[in-house]
């Protein structure tokens, strides 16, 4: 009761990182702050991605709808793939690989700060710009995945696809830039004794991802300037009149998309692999496995891309080659689920919400990928390729995989990221709506692909006899948009809560639940010298005594700057002023940008 | 004892499982891919049931583990501390070579499958060029001179048919689900020297008579949803007879106002972009209209055909199907002015087009005969020459 609480004596804690006014937090270089920033922002378009999935899903309720036009309709699938992937998927890793990987390695910030603002605010006004489309009437409207060459001026000759180009070659910046950043930061800053081989899982996840987005990015960067200069300066990498080829299109993407897909789901694995331990007690079976099952997943991974072109006609060598190496790829990520199984086995399970989500999200995962076989025995891809199978099959390793996961790293971390726990009673409340929710949506999905429905179509004919599959799946969707407010409303409900949370809730092992609930803004008074993979269960004490015991060392935090703001505002003109009339228009954008860095460099940090 | 968890995700589970086979029991459905009429159809239908026989049994083990490991070792008081096992190597050897089997188990049918499925043309099969417009099929046929067709392919059951595909604008794909899988069709670059032009191709045999529909399964604009095909399989005497009924010249309508609108259509704008076997409407940029009243549908599956289908659509086109690339009788379209046709010139040449049917000609005609000199110039549908004009 609150009149009891007030009399009894709360010890003070240190101040913790989210102190700070407006200016502070819109210079801030601290990646505690920029991962509550990546984290906010996407859920604002994770809200977006989803009502634009329940304008979908409420116009192919029923066949023969006219709720929305055809080509507002195909604006709307554009975006939400396109907001999914790049708004919410990428940038809510980020904001977990923000928040925890210097606080798992015993380091104080990442390695370029500066950089780190830069990609966030890059992130921000690349979303905004993106979604600035609608406004002019010209939204993205070829697709995520953007084929060439209906993407062409002649076949797209508004400005949708230049808001996609340039959009996305925006957003491709900012997650470069952190890639090389979280690369920097787990080799160089770890703490002592912090060997590779005793990172949590998840930094190791994030630090296996970092690598695949610095190398897949820019294969998508240079496919979207092929397509950018055709459109704005007259080439001809894709028009077939000239002797260019479509098709070189789909390989770029693909190489670029393929990786892409493992990008989005080993954050996920990480966070699955740091809550099933905790919550059964139990180390994580098979660590190294782990470890290299990923780093395994990570390089097989660039060599499966053609699986998403098996109806294109490359020639039955090709089609047999990535045949097999997509099913081969099906064995490292099959004996990661059996990891996480065997860690449960004999542990001692506790089932919060944050381990239902993991659990959840494993069991929907496995779903997704046997369907992901099916796919891969290529003759009969012909079939399911470009249906609602297809629909089905991503959903369930990316919704369940990624967003579940998500979700239950919110209810795992919440209680360090603030101090107050998220209501476990809302919580499962909220989990099953979602659950079932999310499973009626998907799983009628692969009957409506296989009983001969395809993809990005606006409307169905009544023939067909899907009315009541689709009816099915609407329901389901509209169940899930309610699973995703109720999460909301348990944020809310917390803001009135006092930040009494311990240390370490949960009984983990890990580092950065040795910090202050939440983390003071320096992370560890102390750096800790670490000895063993669970130090909170082998070591705590000397662990917790340096990190929040009196400090000893002297250490500088870096301050904060406008200049990274200043600079993603140039990378936006630099782009964006692609679509303007004048030729000139991006050199403008690339004058700003040098402004911007020539005064970071000089600025006294 | 079975804990309430456990049991409610059963029932959560089985419900999810049942529920969509229930809610799709007693349809019909015209594109499943359930009951093909090919031995495409059917060899790569083999290859997914093997696929999902092994992926449903690796499924079901999981889960029911999964479950199990959730009933079994939920957290109680009285049990210590589990020990802190960090892995077991011999585990880890089995689950990574049983799976590994499993997948050479369904890796080796499915590669000899592609290989199959993609041989070289059969010897004596039936060809079709297939060309993908933006939205609507454009179907030719090499053995049968002078036949073309628009979103319906009309072909012989029994004999192997053999499509050449690609696209006169962007990526399209050819998908009848019955027949079996789809095969993209794609604007193709222009050939260098000596080099033939890239095409796609399916091969497949229809083994049953029947009509089989299907649509577009590449996301090519605004109307991709409603660039619908069927594909018309006759036993091979009815197909021959069809042939024969196609190739011949419509007889002139007995009908007043079809006989006004013969005359109003070939005077009008209409002709420069569409043609009608055996007249001088030669056009080659819209769809061929020749027996258009013998068609299932109009508009590549978006209406139902009949005299006033046809009237509604010259009127306005895009009304009906939006992003149409064809000019109303008050709006333009890509490119093209608006006709101007008045209403009742409309329904002229709307019952002259509906009017045009193999079963009328079938009883009025003379069969062209497959020209065999070759000095003459190709009868195509071209100029009516005096013996065939009525």
Redesign the interface.
């Given at each position: 009761m609150a009149t009891a609480q007030a009399t009894v004596a709360q010890p003070t804690k240190p101040t913790s990182f989210w102190h700070g006014d407006l200016k502070n937090w819109l210079t801030t270089v601290d990646h505690k702050k920029i991962g509550v920033m990546y984290g906010a922002t996407a859920l604002v378009f994770l809200l977006l991605g989803g009502l634009e999935a329940l304008i979908i899903r409420t116009q192919l309720a029923a066949p023969d709808q006219t709720l929305v036009s055809p080509d507002f309709y195909n604006a709307l699938f554009t975006m939400h793939g396109l907001t999914m992937v790049f708004l919410v998927g990428m940038p809510m890793a980020v904001a977990f690989f923000n928040f925890l990987i210097p606080l798992q390695i015993g380091a104080r910030d990442v390695a370029f700060p500066r950089l780190n603002s830069l990609s966030y605010w890059i992130f921000l006004f690349g979303g905004l710009f993106m979604y600035s489309s609608f406004f002019f009437g010209a939204a993205p409207d070829g697709g995520w995945f953007g084929y060439a060459n209906l993407s062409s001026r002649e076949y797209s000759p508004g400005l949708n696809m230049d808001f996609y180009s340039l959009g996305l070659q925006i957003l491709g910046v900012a997650s470069i830039a952190g890639g090389v950043n979280f690369i920097t930061t787990i080799i160089n800053m770890r703490a002592p004794g912090m060997r590779l081989m005793r990172m949590p899982l998840f930094t190791w996840m994030a630090f296996v991802t970092s690598f695949l987005i610095i190398t897949a990015l820019p294969v998508l960067a240079v496919a979207l300037f092929m397509l950018t200069f055709d459109r704005t300066w007259g080439t001809h990498f894709f028009d077939v009149m000239a002797g260019g080829d479509p098709m070189l299109w789909q390989h770029l993407f693909w190489i670029f998309g393929h990786p892409e897909v493992y990008i989005l789901i080993l954050p996920a694995f990480g966070i699955i692999s740091e809550i099933i331990p905790t919550f059964s007690k139990k180390p994580l079976f098979g660590y190294s496995i782990m470890v290299y099952s990923g780093i395994l997943i990570g390089l097989i991974g660039w060599g499966v891309w053609a699986h998403h072109m098996f109806t294109t006609g490359m020639g039955p060598i090709a089609d047999a080659f990535f045949t097999v190496g997509t099913m081969i790829i099906a064995i490292p990520t099959g004996v990661k689920i059996f990891n996480w199984l065997a860690t449960m086995w004999g542990g001692q399970l506790r089932f919060t919400t944050a381990m239902k989500y993991a659990i959840g999200s494993v069991a929907t995962f496995t779903i997704g990928g046997v369907s992901g076989i099916m796919h891969a025995t290529s003759p009969h891809d012909l079939q399911q390729h470009d249906t609602y199978f297809v629909v089905a099959h991503f959903h369930y390793v990316l919704f369940g995989g990624l967003i579940l996961s998500i979700f239950g790293g919110f209810y795992y971390w919440w209680p360090k990221l603030t101090g107050k726990f998220l209501s476990e009673k809302i919580g499962s409340w909220q989990f099953w709506t979602l659950f079932m929710g999310f499973n009626l949506t998907f799983f009628p999905q692969h009957f409506i692909g296989l009983l001969g429905m395809p993809r990005r179509v606006f409307t169905y004919s009544e023939e067909l006899g899907l009315g009541g599959l689709n009816m099915l799946s609407t329901a389901g969707g509209y169940l899930t948009g309610v699973g995703v407010l109720l999460f909301l409303w348990n944020v809310l409900r917390t803001r009135k809560q006092v930040a009494d949370a311990p240390a370490n809730p949960w009984g983990a092992a890990t580092l950065e639940w040795a910090t202050e609930s939440p983390p003071v803004e320096h992370n560890f008074n102390n750096t800790p010298t670490l000895h063993s993979r669970e130090p909170l269960w082998h070591e705590p004490e000397p662990v917790i005594e340096a990190v929040r015991g009196p400090q000893r060392e002297s250490f500088h935090m870096p301050p904060g700057s406008w200049w990274p703001m200043f600079t993603a505002v140039g990378v936006v003109l630099a782009l964006g002023m692609f679509m303007a009339p004048m030729w000139w228009g991006p050199l403008v954008g690339l004058a700003w940008v040098a402004v911007g860095i020539v005064n970071w460099a000089y600025e006294p940090t | 004892m079975i804990r309430k968890?456990s049991s409610r995700i059963l029932q959560?589970a089985f419900a999810?499982?049942v529920?969509?086979?229930l809610?799709?029991c007693g349809?019909?459905?015209?594109?499943?891919?359930?009951q093909p009429v090919t031995e495409f159809g059917e060899?790569?239908?083999g290859?997914?049931y093997?696929?999902?026989a092994w992926?449903?049994a690796?499924?079901v083990v999981?889960?029911a583990?999964?479950i199990y490991?959730?009933v079994r070792?939920?957290?109680?008081e009285d049990?210590p501390?589990?020990?802190?096992?960090?892995?077991?190597t011999l585990?880890?050897i089995i689950?990574?070579v049983i799976?590994?089997i499993i997948?050479a188990v369904?890796?080796v049918p499915?590669?000899k499958?592609?290989?199959e499925?993609?041989r070289p043309m059969d010897a004596g099969a039936f060809e079709v060029e297939v060309i993908g417009h933006?939205w609507w099929w454009e179907f030719r046929y090499p053995e049968l001179e002078g036949v073309v067709t628009a979103n319906e392919m009309h072909v012989p059951v029994g004999r192997t048919i053999y499509l050449t595909m690609h696209s006169a604008?962007?990526?399209h794909?050819f998908?009848i689900?019955r027949i079996?899988?789809?095969?993209?069709v794609?604007?193709?670059?222009?050939p260098r020297e000596g080099e033939q032009p890239?095409?796609?191709?399916l091969q497949f045999t229809i083994n049953q008579a029947g009509e089989y529909?299907g649509?577009?399964?590449?996301?090519?604009?605004?109307?991709?949803?409603?660039m619908k095909m069927r594909v018309v399989a006759h036993e091979p005497e009815n197909f021959d007879r069809w042939v024969q009924a196609y190739r011949a010249t419509p007889p002139a309508p007995t009908d007043p106002l079809a006989a006004r609108g013969q005359e109003l259509f070939f005077r009008s704008p209409c002709i420069a972009c569409h043609a009608i076997s055996g007249t001088r409407a030669i056009g080659q940029i819209g769809p061929n209209l020749t027996f258009l009243g013998d068609r299932w549908t109009l508009g590549a599956?978006t209406i139902d055909n009949s005299a006033e289908s046809i009237a509604r659509w010259i009127r306005d086109p895009h009304g009906i199907k939006?992003?149409a690339k064809m000019p109303g009788t008050r709006a333009g379209a890509a490119g093209m002015p608006a006709t101007g046709l008045s209403d009742e010139d409309v329904d002229a040449v709307a019952a002259y087009l509906f009017s045009l049917t193999t079963e009328a000609s079938m009883g009025a005609v003379t069969p062209q005969p497959v020209p065999t000199d070759t000095t003459q110039p190709p009868a195509q549908a071209g100029v009516p020459t005096p013996a065939q004009t009525r």
């Open positions: - | 968890r959560a999810l499982l529920l969509p086979f809610a799709a349809d019909e459905h015209p594109q499943t891919t359930f060899l790569i239908n290859l997914f093997n696929t999902t992926t449903i690796i499924l999981v889960e583990a999964l490991i959730l070792f939920r957290a109680r049990r501390d589990p020990e802190h096992i960090h892995g077991n585990v880890e689950w990574t799976p590994a997948v369904i890796a499915a590669v499958a592609i290989f499925l993609q933006q604008d962007v990526i794909s998908w689900p079996g899988g789809k095969r993209d794609n604007p193709t670059p222009r890239k095409r796609t191709h529909d649509q577009c399964a590449e996301y090519c604009g605004t109307a991709h949803a409603i599956g939006p992003g």
